[in-house]
């Protein structure tokens, strides 16, 4: 089956650590994306790939970083530098131009110790 | 103002009530309007999207959109106990934005029995 798998499901960090969250597709899809979602806040765009080797910063880019080394992957880091690391992370794929909407993956909960 | 504008409700209805879920957008240049349903601790999934302005169904859902007052709504017929969950509007616009979705804040909804 095709889909888009994203783990760890639950994610614990240490205060100044950085963790990578990893996000694999099988659907061929060309662009992916990184949301973080916070209660009451919907989603967020973290950072988006449109293709192989390319990616831009979203609207809350700072303190994450990527890469798009494959197609099918797009992992995403939170640094030491984000200050408020606690969400839920959510990883999507679509075709180019994102006209058919996004699949979803089911999410990492990551939580600052 | 936030460029997609949803009630975050909680909002409670019995079992086999007519649903009504809205959204309002300020950028006329939103292209692709669309719904997602997502479930606790899960990714969203879509549900329904469209790019014109008029109704679209599907079984039990409709989606309406109306671009001269940027008012897109979700309805839900005969809702049931399993309509549980968070509803998300999504816009997504050509140009420069293309691919992005911008969400909405996302919709509480519990149908008791």
């Known amino acids: 089956d095709g889909g888009i798998t994203q783990s760890p499901k639950y994610l614990f960090r240490k205060e100044g650590q950085n963790v990578t969250l990893s996000c694999e597709q099988n659907?061929?899809?060309?662009?992916m994306y990184w949301y973080r979602q916070d209660p009451g806040q919907g989603l967020r765009l973290i950072y988006y790939s449109q293709i192989v080797n390319d990616f831009q910063k979203g609207d809350i880019a700072e303190g994450y970083s990527v890469s798009r080394e494959k197609k099918e992957s797009f992992p995403l880091t939170v640094t030491s530098a984000q200050k408020n690391p606690t969400a839920f992370y959510l990883c999507a794929s679509s075709a180019a131009g994102g006209r058919d909407g996004y699949t979803f993956g089911s999410g990492t909960r990551l939580t600052v110790v | 103002q936030k460029e997609v504008e949803q009630d975050p409700g909680p909002l409670s209805v019995p079992e086999g009530a007519i649903v009504s879920l809205n959204c309002t957008y300020s950028n006329s240049a939103f292209q692709y309007f669309m719904w997602y349903r997502q479930y606790s601790r899960k990714g969203p999934e879509l549900l329904m999207y469209t790019y014109s302005s008029g109704n679209k169904e599907d079984g039990r859902f409709t989606a309406q959109v109306d671009k001269s007052s940027k008012y897109i709504s979700l309805f839900i017929r005969d809702s049931q106990p399993s309509d549980s969950a968070t509803y998300l509007c999504?816009?997504?616009?050509?140009?420069?934005?293309?691919?992005?979705?911008?969400f909405g804040q996302g919709t509480i909804l519990t149908v008791h029995p």
């Open positions: 659907l061929n899809h060309d662009a």
């Open positions: 999504a816009r997504n616009a050509g140009g420069t934005s293309y691919g992005k979705l911008t």
